[in-house]
């Protein structure tokens, strides 16, 4: 299983021409594993038909893409996901009444959005 990652903030297809789109050897052979999404006019990459090579984060300019490959054994326990081609929380603990909870990890993983 992985997760693609689009930094929408880097990602600027209008002065790259979407190379990303352009060297993805799926989409080179008929499948939109990548493509752009009308109203955001930014591109999307569909996971499940992504296959990993990792083209289109070498070659994108802005260093806007990230593929995770993650181990099978998360599948199915995200806690939340922030939207498509965003990231995910995985296991999140539960909050209980008169229990600490810590939240560890390195900057801008969502550790504060997640609270």
């Not at 002065?15 to 499948?31: G, Q, W």
């Not at 993650?70 to 929380?89: C, D, H, I, T």
Request: hydrophobic content about 35%.
């Amino acid at each position: 299983m992985r997760v693609a990652v689009i930094d929408s903030d880097r990602c600027r297809p209008n002065d790259c021409n979407t190379v990303c789109i352009k060297y993805c050897p799926l989409v080179r052979s008929n499948v939109e594993a990548i493509k752009i999404v009308e109203r955001e006019k930014k591109p999307v990459i569909f996971e499940a038909l992504c296959s990993g090579c990792g083209i289109c984060v070498r070659r994108c300019p802005f260093k806007a893409i990230t593929i995770v490959n993650l181990p099978s054994e998360l599948e199915g326990e995200a806690s939340y996901r922030f939207g498509l081609n965003m990231f995910r929380l995985y296991r999140l603990p539960m909050p209980q009444p008169g229990a600490v909870v810590g939240l560890i990890g390195k900057n801008g993983i969502g550790k504060s959005t997640t609270l």
